[in-house]
């Protein structure tokens, strides 16, 4: 046990370093003023979920573009009175009028993925606030007002701008609708970091959800405005959709790695399997011989995503509509395979997706790979407590500033889920009334010896499950300081050609992976924003850490 807890560094709290240490409690997430308010929620004697909920309000208001209100998610709740772990999901879900050739134009071409998203077609109906007030009754100890004080406070009295609104604005500023434009770039100006904003149309939202719960969003006033401006815009949504929309319970997705247990969302998430598979195809190759910056490193990461993403496209859906092979593709005979498809040499051309369903005892579905575009921003936030509590979620209205509608007079953003389904009909991911779209969103947490040792998350649509992996890795194989684990340069692969890297990934490993036929993108990007938690079971600490690609956080007590 002493490995993974041995180079911690225990940094007091600056907003430079981004990291926490504490006894007490721990908050992390991707905005210092979200971290704060969950921080004096457990100040005050809340619990992990108190905190976490109270972060969600409050990233609803200084994070708006990439969650909120109109948002999705999925919680993963460890209760260390119980001894059990949960799954809270708050999953979109499509409206019951859509229908599977929505997105195709008349001459039977699909729709371009900005049109589509930018539609008021693409929202789904939104699930995270249910999520989280169904936690909060069933494993919180604070009233759902009282958790979101704070954030109402954020949007009356106001909060500084930071630098990761000035490049959402700039960049994504062709993604609003008019009423963003409004809050987002008043009189033509946009905001900037340093300024001093307020958000009065949310905390009137906020304010009706005190007062009336969340019914205020699925059966009143809030919902009411929702689907009143997506019907005045050609959109499908209804108050019966949002009435009848229900949040589920679900035990995680379970796997080893190395003596160590992994938690996660199952299907419609695709993240925990994906994880695990992962993890369980890079288990024999013993990752710890090789450096960290070694291309023999980077290779298995690259061979091993492009194994379990083509697993991933084929097979997951919402299981409420379709088989997936669930034990197949993480059976050891499974694995055994696609570890065979690694042979050192070369990118292997013949990687593609599996037959799993020969291990479930069943003919293969033959199932038709095709990729699908999905979008690029989420967040994700931790809260751990003094009473042994885990609670992380990882929430989105997927894109950045999602589908641009902002709700009159509401103060908030609607997503643009449904673009999360691929587009055309008789895919596994396709559209359909009431589905789910494939997430993967993985908040996960870690345990060994049946204790929980740390909880970790990213945003970053298709790049999340990788960011996940690659922590777990850091810090189970390679023994890495929290934050230097979530600085340490990471990389994305899927199906397709180019290979996302961050900036500071050793120049030798790349040009090895180049002549072994791989391609890199031009220029190095972010690839996620970690955000976690190390609980030091022996010693009884908490090391919480922030990515440096966002504005985050971590503070313990």
């Known amino acids: 046990m002493k490995g993974i807890y041995r180079n911690q560094k225990s940094t007091e709290t600056t907003v430079e370093s981004q990291r926490g240490a504490g006894q007490n409690g721990m908050v992390a997430s991707a905005v210092r003023e979200a971290t704060e308010v969950g921080t004096e929620i457990l100040r005050q004697g809340g619990n992990a979920m108190d905190a976490l909920v109270a972060v969600q309000f409050a990233l ?78 069933k494993y919180g100890t604070m009233p759902l007002d009282k958790v979101i ?22 960049i994504l500023k062709v993604r609003m609708g008019d009423e963003a434009k409004k809050f987002f770039i008043p009189e033509g100006i946009p905001r900037v970091e340093g300024e001093w904003v307020k958000n009065k149309d949310l905390a009137k939202t906020l304010r009706l959800i005190q007062r009336d719960g969340i019914d205020a969003l699925y059966d009143g006033e809030i919902g ?208 359909e009334s009431g589905k789910s779209p494939v997430s993967t969103k993985t908040p996960t947490i870690v345990f060994k010896e049946g204790k929980p040792v740390l909880t970790v998350g990213s945003p970053g649509g298709p790049t999340i499950i990788a960011s996940v992996a690659q922590m777990i890795i850091n810090i189970m194989d390679y023994h890495m300081d929290l934050k230097d684990a979530i600085e340490e340069p990471r990389i994305y692969n899927s199906t397709g050609p180019f290979i996302w890297w961050e900036e500071g990934m050793d120049e030798q490993a790349k040009i090895k992976l180049e002549d072994m036929g791989f391609e890199f993108l031009e220029r190095a990007k972010p690839i996620g924003n970690v955000q976690a938690i190390l609980i030091d079971q022996e010693e009884g600490k908490l090391y919480g850490a922030a990515d440096s690609s966002r504005p985050g956080a971590a503070i313990g007590l």
């Not at 998610?73 to 809270?88: A, L, P």
């Not at 879900?93 to 929505?102: E, L, W």
């Not at 049109?115 to 249910?130: E, Q």
């Open 149 to 170: 004080e704070p954030a109402v406070q954020l949007a009356e009295n106001g909060f500084r701008v930071n630098w990761q609104w000035d490049q959402a604005i700039e």
């Open 224 to 431: 009411e405005a929702i689907v009143r401006t997506l019907q005045e815009q050609g959109g499908l949504m209804t108050m019966e959709d949002l009435r009848e929309y229900q949040v589920k319970i679900e035990k995680p997705v379970t796997g080893s790695y190395k003596g160590y247990e992994i938690a996660a969302p199952a299907p419609p998430s695709g993240g925990g399997i994906t994880l695990i598979q992962m993890l369980k195809i890079l288990e024999s190759f013993n990752l710890e011989k090789y450096e960290k910056t070694s291309w023999q490193k980077y290779y298995l990461l690259a061979e091993t995503m492009r194994l379990s993403f083509s697993d991933k496209l084929a097979y997951m859906s919402d299981p409420a509509f379709q088989a997936i092979p669930e034990k197949g593709l993480l059976h050891p005979e499974y694995i055994k395979e696609r570890q065979n498809m690694i042979n050192w040499i070369s990118r292997n051309p013949d990687i593609d997706f599996g037959d799993p369903w020969k291990y479930e005892g069943v003919e293969s579905s033959n199932a038709e790979v095709k990729a699908f575009k999905t979008g690029g921003e989420t967040t994700h936030f931790t809260a751990v407590d003094k009473w042994g509590n885990v609670a992380a979620c990882t929430s989105s209205i997927e894109h950045v500033m999602g589908s641009g509608i902002m709700v009159p007079g509401y103060g908030f953003l609607l997503n643009n889920d449904l673009t999360d389904f691929y587009p055309e009909p008789n895919h596994i991911n396709s559209i």
């Open 60 to 137: 609803s208001v200084v994070e708006l573009f990439n969650t909120g209100i109109g948002s999705n998610g999925f919680i993963i709740y460890y209760d260390n009175h119980k001894k059990e772990t949960r799954v809270i999901e708050g999953h979109s879900q499509a409206p019951k009028a859509v229908t599977k050739d929505m997105f195709i134009k008349e001459d039977g071409s699909v729709m371009d993925y900005f049109h589509r998203s930018t539609h008021p077609t693409a929202v789904a109906i939104p699930g995270t606030i249910k999520a989280m007030d169904t936690a909060l009754k």
